[in-house]
């Protein structure tokens, strides 16, 4: 069975602190991404990358940065968060090639108060 | 510009009733589409895709180019339905998907 796997499910930081979210699959595969889910707005893309140590930013990339050191691994790093960044993330793998299938983690709620 | 638009974001139907969830694009070249599903408590899932042109729990999508949508029908509503749905485009070459932001539909007993 594919997996991804988010390290925290749920997270409570305040203004001004520095937050990982780590992202882990097991599928070998070459795109990661990391998407923001909230109510209203859907799924934006915040960043993804298509290789070890290769990004590119989405839709909505300010604020956040991210690394790849290792295949299996996506780190989303918010520098200094802000309560703007409440929201629920999600982390999601995909093999490549034709448009295809997105397999999704379970999701990291981040509240910043 | 690429764009997905899911008009409604909330629908609610009677079980046994039919239900439609409407999906439009907006896309120069040909596109790749799908739709994913949420239930509550799970994780984001891929519940079909138009090249597939199958059925998955009693729901088809058709893609229309000329009008341009990817609308999702079921003949028979279930409870088991309710959940998030999002419509998502994808392009030959690109690596995501863009996503609509959602129907959250409520299938009422």
């Known amino acids: 069975d594919v997996k991804v796997t988010q390290s925290s499910r749920y997270l409570v930081k305040r203004t001004g602190e520095k937050v990982f979210l780590e992202c882990v699959q097991d599928m070998d595969h070459e795109n990661m991404f990391w998407y923001r889910q909230d109510p209203g707005l859907g799924l934006r893309l915040i960043y993804f990358s298509y290789d070890v140590k290769m990004k590119e930013k989405g839709d909505i990339p300010e604020g956040y940065s991210v690394s790849r050191e290792k295949k299996e691994r996506f780190s989303l790093i918010l520098e200094s968060a802000s309560t703007n960044q409440t929201s629920m993330y999600l982390c999601a793998s995909w093999a490549g090639g034709a448009p295809g299938e997105l397999f999704f983690g379970e999701g990291s709620r981040l509240t910043v108060l | 510009a690429q764009r997905v638009t899911q008009p409604e974001k909330l629908l609610s139907v009677f079980k046994g009733a039919p239900v439609e969830l409407k999906c439009n694009y907006s896309?120069?070249?040909?596109?790749?589409l799908f739709w994913y599903v949420q239930y509550s408590r799970q994780r984001l899932q891929l519940l079909l895709r138009?090249?597939s042109r199958e059925s998955i729990k009693g729901f088809t999508a058709d893609l229309n180019k000329g009008e341009t949508s990817f609308h999702l029908k079921k003949p028979f509503a279930q409870e088991e339905d309710s959940a998030m749905y999002y419509c998502?485009?994808?392009?030959?070459?690109?690596?995501?998907?863009?996503f609509g932001t959602g129907t959250r539909l409520t299938v009422i007993p």
């Open positions: 896309y120069s070249g040909s596109p790749e």
């Open positions: 138009h090249i």
């Open positions: 998502a485009l994808g392009q030959t070459g690109a690596n995501n998907l863009f």
